[in-house]
């Protein structure tokens, strides 16, 4: 069975970000033949917990696809990970089951979904990607700002955070909810990003796109000085001991 992981690298010492930076090219050869890695992202981040135009230079994410949690499990004791644990002030992974998806990147169909069914009341995490056509990147960041706010106080949601590959032209939402209700009442029931929703379809803004729908196995490390799914499945734990 094929594993997604998502890590999140945090760094904030100056010297430490320049070499992140830097990471972005200079761990590819690696990563290319990495045992079992069969699609990767190099991302940045943007500020905020949703895309920006505004680039967040201490943090950096790698989206990775492995062939079993074995694999996966050999890269993160490998001496090449060991070194981004030396530079970066906090690292946090999910690993993640596909359960649905759609549309490709980079011409790929990354994730291969299985047949499981969380129950109702699991935690999901939602992958949204887009390449923007250039004719539309205004009316696209126009409507951001309302969509983002509707984010911000959505009930449900434990995290969420901003990835590109190209700043502007390339924009990503990786979110953690509570629950799958939590994150259809988000998609379907906020106005803003309800009307982003119609008119990237009716109106062709994307020449790429798509969204996946995962089960979070685990998650270990710590997000802004916190692990969001960890304290969720603490409070739900507490809330049925009474």
């Known amino acids: 069975m094929s594993i ?3 890590t999140l690298f945090g760094y904030t010492r100056p010297a430490d ?56 499990e050999a890269f993160f004791a490998s001496r090449q990970f060991a070194t981004y644990q030396r530079h970066a002030d906090e690292i946090w992974t999910a690993k993640l089951i596909a359960l649905t998806t759609h549309g490709a990147w980079s011409g790929q169909r990354p994730f291969t979904p299985i047949k499981f069914a969380p129950r109702a009341d699991s935690p999901i995490a939602i992958l949204t990607r887009a390449t923007l056509r250039l004719r539309h990147l205004r009316r696209f960041w126009d409507h951001v700002p309302g969509a983002n ?26 979110s953690l909810w509570s629950d799958e209700a939590a994150m259809r009442a988000f998609a379907y029931g906020t106005p803003q990003h309800r009307e982003i929703v119609r008119k990237t379809y009716h109106e062709d803004w994307y020449a790429e796109s798509l969204f996946a729908r995962f089960y979070p196995l685990e998650t270990s490390g710590t997000w802004h000085g916190r692990d969001p799914l960890r304290e969720a499945q603490a409070v739900s734990t507490s809330a049925t001991t009474f």
């Open 149 to 174: 706010a509707d984010l911000n106080i959505a009930p449900g949601l434990l995290a969420s955070i901003g990835l590109s590959e190209l700043p502007i032209l390339q924009a990503a939402t990786f």
């Open 4 to 6: 997604t992981t998502l």
């Open 17 to 72: 970000r320049r070499w992140a930076f830097l990471q972005m090219g200079l761990a590819r050869p690696a990563l290319l033949f990495r045992r079992g890695l069969r699609f990767w992202k190099l991302l940045g981040c943007g500020q905020g917990n949703s895309f920006t135009l505004n680039a967040d230079w201490g943090r950096y994410a790698l989206l990775a696809v492995w062939e079993s949690l074995t694999d996966a």
